[in-house]
């Protein structure tokens, strides 16, 4: 997607990285990285998923995402376990920057601590830290 | 010079299959000049320039005593005893330096920085030699050749070289004409391109960039470049440079030194500058290719391990890569 956007829908951390807490299942969440950081990195080139059990501590690096310029690390929102990844990204990564609230997903983990989600930023709180 | 317009992947494939502009201005340019100019460029540059013809262009190394490369660098002979010398912009101070200190020790010879005399654009690709032409008063220079042209209103030193591995033309002009000449080209159909496609392009063909894959502490010949060395001409550095090459041939001791190779990524991955090779040696270049979708780059590995076809591991940050030494250049036009 071209224009900035962050949807309401979402939680997200300071260092560029959202998680979608499902409605129908509050201990897990989906994980991604926000449009300003794919938009910051470029075009993103490569995805190395972390292996389905690993273990997420908030705020440590889970995982790198790779412009052809650089590489960056995604860090974890929430503490969780790894219980699935966005195997679809492997061949296309380039989703990362077309729908990174959507195709874009990294990780789907099992929260081992939901209230966490305290410390995270509505999508205005966020907007806000950005800037102009 | 911005690190990207548009971005680096579409301005790397505008470069492959077009046309694309880069604003080199940054480069450097030493101006040699007398009835010494010769003696003392000889002494200097490691390329036999005795050999480049009034109008040509050369490609050498500078070198310290102990062979350790100071800079790498084009030479153009723009008249019989003018010569251009165009530096790498993190080295120009230390060069000119180099250039005066030993300018000293020859009677007839003028040394001028012309950094500030010159803006460089970089037209390159399979369409760039013709947007140049229609706005030139006379055919272009051939490859390895440089001459003046009138470029609409401008006097422009054409060089048919570049860093790409396409066809295509380096403009020297004076400062003020360079933006109007940028916008006539974009106008033509050149695309602005930026740092990092210039990086992901000469990885591809295998070029080097002083700071990565070159540095005062590795000589030409561990770094691929005895081609531009003619020990004979007695330049600075020459009899280190003779050492290594005649214990290459010999066999002897050669085992240890490091050589510098192309390498592609078997698999996922992307290596950087300054990781590790297992078993002895580092990365001084690596990206995703754009053109090739595969992890590519240049590192020193010991001379042992550098024949093509030899399989590496790179540590990417903790993980273990296979890697392929491969025939330079990675991408070839056409290929």
């Known amino acids: 997607m071209a224009e900035a956007n962050y949807p309401t829908d979402l939680l997200y951390h300071p260092e560029h990285d959202w998680a979608r807490i499902d409605p129908a299942d509050p201990q897990t969440a989906t994980l991604g990285i926000t449009w300003y950081a794919q938009d910051a990195l470029g075009e993103v080139v490569f995805f190395d998923p972390p292996a389905v059990g690993t273990t997420l501590v908030k705020d440590e690096p889970y995982a790198e995402v790779e412009s052809v310029k650089a590489v960056s690390d995604v860090l974890a929102p929430m503490s969780g376990e790894i219980v699935e990844v966005n195997g679809d990204l492997a061949a296309d990564p380039g989703a990362i920057n077309e729908d990174p609230y959507g195709g874009g997903w990294l990780v789907k983990i099992r929260l081992a601590d939901s209230s966490e989600r305290d410390a995270l930023l509505d999508a205005a709180a966020y907007s806000a830290t950005l800037g102009g | 010079m911005p690190v990207q317009y548009a971005g680096v992947r579409p301005e790397h494939m505008a470069v492959r299959e077009a046309a694309g502009i880069f604003d080199v201005s940054h480069m450097g340019e030493i101006e040699t000049a007398g009835p010494d100019a010769l003696a003392l460029l000889q002494r200097l540059l490691s390329n036999d ?26 030479t153009y002979r723009l008249q019989a005893d003018r010569y251009l010398t165009v530096t790498n912009a993190v080295n120009h101070e230390r060069d000119f330096a180099w250039f005066q200190t030993h300018a000293a020790g020859f009677k007839d010879v003028q040394v001028t920085d012309r950094l500030e005399h010159y803006a460089m654009l970089a037209v390159q690709g399979p369409r760039a030699r013709e947007l140049v032409q229609a706005i030139a008063d006379a055919p272009l220079p051939a490859r390895m050749t440089a001459a003046m042209r009138r470029l609409g209103g401008a006097q422009v030193l054409i060089c048919g070289t570049g860093y790409t591995g396409e066809d295509g033309v380096e403009l020297l002009a004076l400062p003020h004409d360079a933006p109007i000449l940028w916008d006539e080209l974009l106008r033509r159909g050149a695309v602005p391109a930026g740092l990092a496609a210039r990086d992901t392009l000469r990885m591809e063909a295998c070029f080097h960039l002083y700071g990565n894959d070159l540095s005062t502490e590795r000589g030409p010949i561990e770094a691929g470049l005895g081609w531009c060395c003619r020990e004979q001409t007695g330049f600075i550095g020459a009899d280190a440079v003779r050492a290594v090459r005649e214990a290459e041939v010999a066999g002897v001791g050669g085992l240890s030194e490091q050589r510098l190779v192309a390498f592609a990524i078997d698999g996922p991955g992307i290596a950087r500058q300054g990781n590790t090779v297992i078993g002895g040696g580092v990365v001084s270049s690596g990206t995703l290719s754009p053109s090739l979708g595969i992890g590519i780059g240049l590192a020193y590995v010991p001379a042992a391990s550098a024949t093509i076809g030899t399989r590496l591991e790179i540590d990417v940050r903790g993980k273990i890569r296979p890697a392929v030494v491969k025939e330079k250049p990675l991408y070839r036009k056409g290929a």
Do not use: K, T
Request: net charge negative; with cysteine.
């Open chain 2, 49 to 74: 320039v005795a050999l480049l013809p009034i109008g040509g262009a050369q490609y050498s190394v500078l070198c310290q005593e102990d062979g350790g490369v100071l800079d790498d660098l084009f």
